[in-house]
């Protein structure tokens, strides 16, 4: 099990990062043998990535919500996420070309991502009681206490952070 750390908490860092939310939606439960390949796909990928930090993933958390698993990525940058998508050696390329080939438009599983560029003084997280988080995983782990209290103060020491950073 994972330590809990009893208080207050957040995520801080001084460097733009990317949010990437993927999941697989499952419309025909009975075609197992169109959302199990899919659904099967990701296994590998994340092994891989986690594995190989270089490549610029920091975490994942994954959920299953009523039609289908979901996971939540941390990345250092679009750019590092787009590499990984795009590149043949890596194992997304491949199962994409099987997801178009074996599933296409027939509807019965569906796939879905969002991505978000986010700079340091633009995100804001709270963890209480929590083990290490979401985005306090991928990033600096810190007690929300002093200017780190409210949302509204970590946005503002997140500017501030920010800002420190620039002047040097």
Known sequence: MNKIFNGRYTAKTEQ????????MRINKWWRFDKWF????????M???????PEKGFLHAE???????????????SFE???????NPS?????AWKKFNQAVGADGSVGIWHETYTVNPDQFESVYSNMPRFGLAAAMDHVEAVGRRY???????????????????
């Open 150 to 168: 409210t949302a509204r103060k970590r946005l503002e020491a997140n500017k501030t952070d920010e800002l420190a950073v620039e002047s040097k």
């Open 80 to 86: 590092d996420l787009e590499h990984f998508a795009r």
């Open 16 to 23: 733009p990062f990317v949010v990437f939310l993927i999941g």
């Open 37 to 44: 390949p899919v659904a099967s796909a990701m296994g590998p």
């Open 90 to 94: 890596d194992p997304h390329l491949g």
């Open 62 to 76: 994954f959920f299953w919500n009523v039609s289908g698993p979901v996971l939540i990525q941390y990345w250092r």
């Open 46 to 52: 994340l092994q891989t990535l986690f594995t190989n």
